[in-house]
C-alpha cells in the first residue's frame, strides 16, 4: 500500500539527520510559527536541524520562544577544497603547520621533480552537508528570494518536502502535502508532529505556543472566514498542550511600536475610495517609511486591521514602495470576492480573501496609476479598454517576477 505524504515525510525525517527547515521572505506569523516548532521538534527526537528565513522578521514577532535560533541566511559549513593540479608536476608528500601564534595553517606540498606555481592551484567550496529539506508555507522558490538563486543547486542534490495551504503551491517538491482547506500551514504541522512523536508527544508550551501564533495570524485570530470547526479543535488542543493564547494576542494584535502608529497614521491620511468600483486603496513610499522611523514589514497589518473595515467595499488594496519594488497587498471582505484574481493581473497570487503582488525594480509613481486602472477595468469587466499592462511592462526590465510573501 502506497505511503500517503505525511508518512511519506515521516519516514525521510527518521532516516535523516542534518535537516534545513526554510520559509518565505517577508514572513508573517504562520511562516515563522511553523518552522519554530518544526525546528523544535526535531532537535527533541536528536535531529540536526538547521532553520533559515531569508528576511527580516516583523518585530511583532520577536516573543516567539527561540526566534533566535532562525538564521536570515545559510551559514551552515560547507568544505573549503583546495585543487592541484598535477598534470606537469607529481605530488611527493603533503604535510602540514599549524602556526598558531599566526593564527596561520600552512600545507605543504613537495613534489617529485619540478615546481608548482600558483597557476597550479585553484581553490572552491563544496557542497553543503544536508541530507533532508523541509520548505514550510512556501508556494514556490521564488519566495526564498536570492536564497534560492545563490544555492539552486542544494535543491536538486538533496530531497525536497513541500508543506503548504496556498491553492496556488507549484508542488515542487519530492514530497508535497499541500493542503488547501487548513487556514494554515501551522494546523498541518500539528498533525505531521502528532505522528512524529507518536511514542511520545513533542507538544510542549514553546512548541504549541509557536503553532498557535501560525494559526491565529492566518485567522486573525478565528475572525477571517477561513476560520473552520478544525481550526477552533486545533486550537483548543494547542492552548491544552500550554500554548499562551494571551501572549500572542497580547503582542501580535495589542501592542504596536511608535513607528508603526505613525506609519499606519500617513496609509490612513492616504486611503482613497473608489466607490464605483467597490473598493479603496492606499499606499506607502520609501519617504514615509523615513519619516515614520518603520520598516518595511511594518505596513502588513493595516490593511486587515483597519483598511479592509471600510463600509461598502469588496476588498481593499494597499501599495507599498519598497527598495526591491513596488507590492501591493489585497485583502477581501467577504467569501465570492476573490483577489487573487485581480494579483494575478500582475503575475501574483494567493488566496481568495488574500493575495499579493510585486513589481520589482519598479518607483510607486511610475506604476500606481496603471495598477488602479487596470483594476478598475476588472471590478467594471470591461475588456475592451485597453489599460497599459503593468505586469508586461515589468516583464521587460526584469526576466522574472516574483510573488511577495502574503499570509
Not at 500517503?4 to 542534518?18: A, D, G, M, V
Not at 509557536?210 to 470547526?229: E, R
Not at 496609509?267 to 517609511?289: G, N, P
Not at 471582505?333 to 501574483?348: C, D, H, P, R, S
Amino acid at each position: 500500500m502506497e505511503l500517503n505524504p505525511k508518512q511519506q515525510i515521516i519516514e525521510l525525517i527518521k532516516s535523516s539527520q542534518k535537516i534545513l527547515l526554510l520559509t518565505h521572505n517577508n514572513p508573517d506569523g504562520d511562516a515563522l510559527g511553523s518552522i519554530l516548532a518544526l525546528y523544535l521538534a526535531l532537535k527533541k527526537i536528536g535531529k540536526e536541524p538547521t532553520a533559515v528565513c531569508p528576511d527580516v522578521m516583523p518585530k511583532i514577532l520577536h516573543f516567539l520562544p527561540n526566534i533566535s535560533e532562525i538564521k536570515n541566511e545559510l551559514l551552515a559549513n560547507k568544505d573549503f577544497i583546495i585543487s592541484l593540479s598535477t598534470a606537469d608536476v607529481k605530488v611527493d608528500k603533503i604535510g602540514y603547520k599549524n602556526l598558531t601564534d599566526e593564527n596561520k595553517l600552512n600545507i605543504i606540498i613537495t613534489p617529485k621533480s619540478g615546481i608548482f606555481t600558483p597557476e597550479n592551484v585553484t581553490f572552491n567550496k563544496g557542497g553543503y552537508k544536508f541530507d533532508l529539506i523541509i520548505l514550510l508555507d512556501c508556494s514556490d522558490f521564488d519566495r526564498l528570494g536570492s536564497l534560492y538563486d545563490k544555492n539552486s543547486d542544494l535543491f536538486y542534490e538533496n530531497p525536497v518536502v513541500n508543506i503548504d495551504h496556498h491553492a496556488g503551491n507549484d508542488h515542487f517538491g519530492k514530497i508535497n502535502w499541500v493542503d488547501i482547506t487548513a487556514t494554515s500551514t501551522a494546523e498541518i504541522m500539528v498533525a505531521l508532529l502528532e505522528s512524529l512523536g507518536r511514542d511520545k508527544s513533542l507538544l510542549d508550551a514553546d512548541i504549541a505556543t509557536a503553532l498557535l501564533t501560525g494559526i491565529i495570524t492566518d485567522t486573525g485570530s478565528f475572525q477571517h472566514s477561513n476560520t473552520t470547526p478544525k481550526s477552533f479543535t486545533v486550537a483548543a488542543q494547542l492552548v491544552a498542550a500550554g500554548a499562551r493564547q494571551q501572549e500572542i494576542i497580547k503582542e501580535v494584535f495589542k501592542t504596536k511600536a511608535l513607528s508603526t502608529l505613525k506609519l499606519w497614521g500617513k496609509i490612513l491620511s492616504k486611503i482613497q475610495e473608489e466607490k464605483e468600483y467597490r473598493f479603496v486603496w492606499s499606499a506607502i513610499t520609501q519617504e514615509d517609511y523615513m519619516e515614520s522611523g518603520a520598516s518595511e514589514n511594518e505596513a502588513g497589518g493595516v490593511v486587515d486591521e483597519l483598511l479592509k473595515t471600510a463600509p461598502n467595499i469588496d476588498f481593499a488594496l494597499l501599495l507599498s514602495e519598497r527598495q526591491d519594488g513596488v507590492r501591493g497587498n489585497l485583502r477581501g471582505v467577504q467569501k465570492g470576492i476573490n483577489v487573487a484574481e485581480i494579483a494575478a493581473l500582475f503575475n501574483g497570487g494567493g488566496h481568495e480573501l488574500a493575495a499579493g503582488f510585486q513589481l520589482p525594480n519598479s518607483k510607486l509613481k511610475d506604476v500606481q496609476f496603471e495598477i488602479i486602472s487596470k483594476i478598475k477595468q476588472h471590478q467594471a469587466g470591461d475588456k475592451s479598454n485597453p489599460v497599459k499592462d503593468v505586469a508586461q511592462d515589468q516583464k521587460e526590465s526584469q526576466p522574472t517576477l516574483q510573488m511577495p510573501p502574503l499570509i
